[in-house]
């Protein structure tokens, strides 16, 4: 499938002949690959008589021959998949065969998974879904702020791709313009108060302009500057992630507080923290040294921390 979509991913016309050509097959089984790749990617194929077929909007398709030496340099390893259940899920399952740290990518994932269990909406080629697995040593006290230190890295690859506006909602998701952009889901397996492996869940917006089954404001980084290379942005993604989890291993979550907070959409505003069961109101002040959400409620401060937490803006 791979083969024929990347033929055909820039959009511009290829006779069945060239196609049969390059995948060593007749032009009848161009039509049939064709008719495959439009169920299986869920992509539209134009086929005119005398010009031959086109994609009816271009694809930026994921390069293995171009990520994987760049990503080693950083120590990475990467398998990247056409189609899986969940990066995540994935990474979970590698730790058992293979050495941290490693990438998992894909181009769809047909049980992506938000936080608290909810669905993350990924179709084929548009988006970049990952998961970076590491080791982390030393106590609970390395993991603090961890997965905030993580959209920190996602917010500083969109500034660098020409997005200045984006920011952070905490505890780790990413927003254009008040719209989500990205989401991060952290999984931990080991003993978090000695050695544990972390499986750090990115999924980016990238290409998608329309989808099915998000039941909240989004957006994608097309909307704002354009089409863009994921390969590029995955290579980006990919060194501040480095970088920041470099940081973080190194000084540990004060030394990004700052800059957290300086990114925060809603600091300093009226929000509603829920915990699932009680409602919290008050004023953002910020963030601890742990990463908790620190909020002034009827004049006292009150820190929060705990995956199942979901922060709103009043009105
Ligand atoms: P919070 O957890 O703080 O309440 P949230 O409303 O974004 O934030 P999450 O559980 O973090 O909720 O994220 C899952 C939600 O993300 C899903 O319920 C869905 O609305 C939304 N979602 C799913 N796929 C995408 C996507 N590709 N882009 C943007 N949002 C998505
Ligand atoms: C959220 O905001 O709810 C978190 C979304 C995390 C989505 C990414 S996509 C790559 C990785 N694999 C998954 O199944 N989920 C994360």
């Given at each position: 499938?791979?083969?024929?979509?990347?033929?055909?991913?820039?959009?511009?016309?290829?006779?069945?002949?060239?196609?049969?050509?390059?995948?060593?097959?007749?032009?009848?089984?161009?039509?049939?690959?064709?008719?495959?790749?439009?169920?299986?990617?869920?992509?539209?194929?134009?086929?005119?008589p005398?010009?031959g077929?086109?994609?009816?909007?271009?694809?930026?398709?994921?390069?293995?021959?171009?990520?994987?030496?760049?990503?080693?340099?950083?120590?990475?390893?990467?398998?990247?998949?056409?189609?899986?259940?969940?990066?995540?899920?994935?990474?979970?399952?590698?730790?058992?065969?293979?050495?941290?740290?490693?990438?998992?990518?894909?181009?769809t994932?047909?049980?992506?998974?938000?936080?608290?269990?909810?669905r993350?909406?990924s179709?084929?080629?548009?988006?970049?879904?990952f998961?970076?697995?590491?080791?982390?040593?030393?106590?609970?006290?390395?993991l603090?702020?961890?997965?905030?230190?993580?959209?920190?890295?996602?917010?500083q690859?969109?500034?660098?791709v020409?997005?200045?506006?984006?920011?952070?909602k905490?505890?780790?998701?990413?927003?254009?313009?008040?719209?989500?952009?990205?989401?991060?889901?952290?999984?931990?397996?080991?003993?978090p108060?000695?050695?544990?492996?972390?499986?750090?869940?990115?999924?980016?917006?990238?290409?998608?302009?329309?989808?099915?089954?998000?039941?909240?404001?989004?957006?994608?980084?097309?909307?704002?500057?354009?089409?863009?290379?994921?390969?590029?942005l995955?290579?980006?993604?990919?060194?501040?992630?480095?970088?920041?989890?470099?940081?973080?291993?190194?000084?540990?979550?004060?030394?990004?507080?700052?800059?957290?907070e300086s990114?925060?959409?809603?600091?300093?505003r009226?929000?509603?923290?829920?915990?699932?069961?009680?409602?919290?109101?008050?004023?953002?002040?910020?963030?601890?040294?742990?990463?908790?959400?620190?909020?002034?409620?009827?004049?006292?401060?009150?820190?929060?921390?705990?995956?199942?937490l979901?922060?709103?803006?009043?009105?």
């Open positions: 499938m791979n083969k024929l979509l990347r033929l055909l991913q820039d959009g511009h016309f290829h006779s069945g002949q060239e196609l049969g050509e390059a995948l060593g097959v007749s032009r009848s089984a161009v039509w049939k690959h064709v008719q495959r790749i439009q169920a299986d990617a869920s992509v539209t194929v134009y086929r005119v005398g010009r077929y086109r994609l009816a909007e271009s694809l930026s398709l994921l390069d293995e021959e171009e990520l994987a030496p760049k990503l080693s340099r950083f120590g990475w390893a990467l398998h990247l998949y056409d189609s899986i259940d969940s990066t995540n899920a994935e990474a979970l399952r590698l730790l058992q065969l293979e050495h941290v740290p490693f990438l998992v990518l894909a181009e994932q047909t049980s992506g998974r938000g936080r608290r269990g909810r993350w909406v179709p084929f080629g548009h988006n970049l879904y998961s970076l697995a590491i080791r982390v040593q030393g106590g609970a006290g390395r603090a702020g961890l997965s905030l230190v993580v959209g920190l890295a996602v917010m690859a969109l500034h660098s020409g997005i200045p506006q984006a920011g952070l905490w505890p780790n998701d990413v927003y254009i313009d008040g719209r989500k952009v990205a989401g991060i889901l952290l999984e931990l397996t080991g003993d108060a000695d050695v544990c492996h972390v499986i750090i869940g990115v999924g980016v917006n990238v290409n998608m302009v329309e989808a099915a089954g998000i039941d909240q404001l989004w957006t994608s980084i097309k909307e704002h500057v354009g089409m863009i290379d994921r390969n590029q995955m290579l980006t993604l990919a060194d501040k992630l480095r970088g920041c989890l470099e940081r973080h291993a190194d000084f540990g979550f004060p030394a990004l507080k700052l800059e957290w990114n925060h959409i809603w600091q300093g009226s929000c509603t923290l829920s915990t699932g069961t009680q409602d919290y109101s008050g004023v953002v002040l910020g963030v601890d040294n742990e990463g908790g959400l620190r909020l002034m409620i009827d004049g006292c401060e009150r820190s929060f921390s705990g995956g199942e979901s922060l709103r803006l009043d009105q």
